[in-house]
């Protein structure tokens, strides 16, 4: 018995050495497994996707397979190179390092109708800039959205009569079935092309062989078809999940917007009370998520707002304005006037302190940094002049505008026919509820200067904002540029005229705009956020968003943005006053209002009334370059693994079946057997 005994536990005891051993294999897999995949795959850690958008309609925008889709690296310098990726080339599918210059409609078109040999796309940046222009948006940005329509000013609805923006191309409006991702990364693009040449390359144009140099992209997107889907599965998860998954996200922030005489903001104003608004908006776009400098698009316009909004701050009568100023940065413009929609719907319903009666005029900056000469175009709506009370308030308003900018010999302020609509712009928002007298300042007579709108290359150099070499940041960020002095210009104009339209008559011509500050905000926004300025003004916590490039201007849907955030510190910091009191007395009269669609608060997602742009989920996004071998090797190389395992099997099986013979465990000291 004990005997018998003796054997049967050697059978445990022999296990304990094959499971030791089978431990070790595994722990040291888990050690070594980021060591082996960092020697078979390139990380490339500065790219930007393009991610897929929905509105009440439609999806535009790309995404990849759930596992990433990977394709053989080829180059693309010029457009016959295309011919390799399309037809000739032999080990289909592609990904495509296409140089910036190309990235046009007309190739991408050529593109999307080869999908099968297409596993996706890298675009570099193109240095310098396409002289021709480049805009992936709509000729008619927010067609639909804004006050013109079939029964109120048909012959100016959807751009008749002036397509806006003539370069823009509606690459950014398109579904692609494929990810595409943009190279920020000089370095990383080298890299990629040093691959390519050494291992896709051949001499005299023949086959390739392997391995060769390919590229992983992923950017699967959770949410398909339209806004309507993608909030209607989203809120059934919410409702009857324990863990909901959502799919997609309403396009928000919040809109930035102050007094020039505070008020008490948990009640609205007497509707007595008289109120001049300057507008402005704070978001742009590109092509690519969270790309979006928007120099001219939309920087240049608020940054001549804040320099207003100082300049005005300063006149010594301003506590005895007869009429207030509000200043409003309105956020997620560039998706169908999401901030000033909100707004318009706020004043209608009472939940914000101004109401729509309130306004006494409105004056909105728009694109102000490629003037033409000194020239500075004053755009009003013909329809809503019909009213002759409405077109005596506009020419009051025309009027005082000339006489601020008779006192600045650079802006030469023009007005031009009344027949002509009114370019995109909030003010529209505003005349779909109510008839106000409202004028918009911009660069352009007709169609937008800007050769870039809403692309990666509407940048500072796109408005001549450059620096001397070899000077130190510091020097940069004090360096008055030719822009920045144009732009105090402009914004020296619009701070007299808001005195003006104010009620202020003894001191307009002490207004004068600061170049300093001006080209502060140009640097701290589209050159370098992480600067002595900027850090400054900031609360310690958010210190930390400022990078050492410049901020993206993006809504996006994690809100407030970084852009956000600065601009209301710098409007507070610009306009407060230095006054002894403690931190807890001391009230900040720079608001935080929700730019969120009303469409989205009334669940009207398929609403044609409000914006319904969303934006999908999703859970990596990330690209990676590697060595791959031929399908033939790959085939051999699993039948090979294949046979190991099963040999691997047979050879345990055998081993644990002979276990209690292979494994006795020693006699325990003292054991005697009878």
């Not at 054997?7 to 595994?26: D, E, M, T």
């Not at 109120?275 to 698009?297: H, I, K, M, Q, Y």
């Not at 009472?350 to 500075?376: C, H, T, W, Y």
């Not at 609509?421 to 200067?449: C, E, K, M, Y």
């Amino acid at each position: 018995m004990a005997a018998a005994g003796g054997g049967s536990a050697a059978g445990p005891g022999s296990r304990s050495p094959l499971r030791l051993v089978s431990f070790c294999v595994l722990l040291a897999g888990f050690c070594r497994g980021n060591s082996v995949e960092r020697k078979i795959y390139i990380s490339l850690n500065k790219t930007a996707p393009c991610v897929r958008l929905l509105n009440a309609t439609h999806q535009i925008g790309c995404q990849s397979s759930v596992s990433g889709d990977t394709g053989v690296i080829h180059v693309v310098e010029k457009e016959e190179d295309l011919q390799w990726v399309l037809t000739d080339g032999p080990n289909p599918p592609y990904v495509v390092l296409l140089e910036g210059a190309l990235f046009t409609r007309n190739l991408m078109e050529k593109l999307k109708g080869r999908t099968s040999r297409i596993a996706g796309l890298a675009v570099s940046v193109a240095k310098p800039s396409p002289t021709a222009g480049f805009s992936p948006s709509v000729q008619c940005p927010n067609d639909g959205f804004g006050v013109y329509s079939n029964s109120y000013g048909p012959e100016f609805a959807h751009c008749r009569e002036i397509q806006w923006n003539p370069l823009g191309d509606g690459l950014a409006y398109e579904d692609f079935s494929f990810p595409i991702f943009l190279l920020e990364d000089e370095n990383e693009t080298k890299v990629i092309k040093q691959c390519y040449h050494d291992h896709n390359l051949s001499p005299n144009g023949s086959v390739p062989t392997f391995p060769l140099c390919a590229m992983q992209l992923f950017s699967h997107m959770h949410a398909v078809i339209s806004t309507v889907t993608c909030m209607r599965r989203s809120s059934i998860q919410s409702t009857f999940s324990i863990n909901p998954e959502i799919v997609c996200d309403p396009l928000s922030d919040y809109n930035v917007w102050s007094l020039l005489k505070p008020i008490n903001i948990s009640g609205a104003l007497e509707p007595d009370d008289r109120v001049v608004v300057a507008a402005t908006r704070l978001d742009s776009r590109s092509f690519f998520w969270n790309v979006a400098p928007g120099a001219e698009s939309a920087v240049a316009s608020f940054v001549t707002q804040l320099a207003a909004a100082e300049a005005l701050q300063k006149a010594p009568d301003v506590a005895t304005l007869p009429r207030n100023v509000m200043f409003v940065f309105f956020q997620g413009e560039t998706f169908d006037y999401i901030g000033s929609s909100r707004m318009v719907y706020d004043m209608e319903k009472g939940k914000f302190p101004v109401q729509l009666e309130n306004i006494d005029s409105f004056v909105e900056l728009g694109q102000v940094a490629l003037r033409n000469s000194l020239e500075l175009w004053m755009h009003t709506d013909p329809m809503s002049q019909k009213n002759e009370s409405v077109q005596n308030q506009v020419e009051a308003l025309l009027s005082t505008l000339e006489r601020s900018g008779a006192g600045v010999p650079a802006v030469e302020l023009r007005r031009l026919n009344q027949s002509q609509p009114l370019p995109p712009s909030s003010l529209q928002r505003f005349l779909r509820a109510r008839n106000i007298s409202g004028v918009v300042l911009a660069d352009h007579s007709t169609v937008f200067h800007n050769r870039y709108y809403q692309s990666i290359y509407d940048t500072a150099e796109s408005i001549n904002v450059s620096y001397p070499e070899l000077q130190s940041p510091e020097e940069d960020l004090n360096f008055v540029t030719d822009t920045a002095k144009a732009l105090a210009d402009v914004a020296t104009v619009v701070g007299r005229a808001l005195y003006q339209l104010a009620g202020g008559t003894n001191f307009s011509d002490t207004i004068q705009a600061d170049p300093g500050t001006v080209t502060r905000l140009l640097y701290g926004f589209l050159v370098r956020a992480n600067n002595s300025w900027f850090q400054s003004i900031l609360r310690q916590d958010l210190r930390s968003y400022l990078g050492d490039g410049p901020l993206q201007h993006y809504i996006a849907v994690s809100s407030p943005t970084n852009t956000t955030y600065v601009v209301q510190y710098a409007l507070a910091n610009l306009t407060g006053q230095v006054v002894d009191l403690t931190r807890e007395q001391c009230q900040d009269p720079t608001r935080l209002a929700r730019a969120l669609s009303p469409a989205f608060e009334l669940r009207q997602w398929g609403s044609t009334e409000y914006s319904t742009w969303t934006e999908s989920r999703w859970k990596d996004i990330r690209a990676r370059i590697f060595l791959i071998a031929s399908r033939e090797l790959e085939f051999i190389t699993l039948m090979v693994g294949f046979g190991i395992l099963v040999f691997s099997l047979v050879v345990t099986y055998c081993i644990n079946a002979k276990a209690d013979v292979l494994f006795i465990a020693p006699r325990e000291p003292g054991a005697v057997s009878y």
